[in-house]
């Protein structure tokens, strides 16, 4: 994980329906998702763990990320667009297989 390839802070919600900002960071390799108050790794997810993105059809910003045998994120950013491509992009220039993404309302 040496090369940041996305970083910006997302709205993440949380399992008791809490809305928390959080720092949002795409490397070669993996997901991290940081508490940018505590400056604390909430999360790292592997990139070959990740089995889809899911994308609202309205014009919202939210996606989920849903990830192999773990608990799924669902985030909103007005960034979502390059979040999608900079993922796609990662695990097609890798030996990882290529993320799907799927639309739902």
Do not use: H, W
């Amino acid at each position: 994980d040496t090369k940041v390839l996305f970083a910006d802070s997302v709205l993440k919600f949380t399992g008791s329906g809490k809305i928390k900002r959080r720092g949002f960071l795409i490397t070669e390799m993996s997901i991290y998702i940081v508490d940018l108050e505590a400056v604390l790794l909430k999360r790292r997810i592997p990139l070959s763990a990740v089995q889809k993105i899911l994308l609202s059809e309205l014009s919202d910003n939210y996606f989920a990320i849903i990830v192999q045998s773990e608990y799924d994120c669902l985030m909103a950013s007005t960034r979502k667009s390059e979040i999608v491509s900079v993922l796609a992009e990662a695990t097609k220039d890798r030996s990882i297989s290529e993320i799907d993404i799927c639309f739902f309302n």
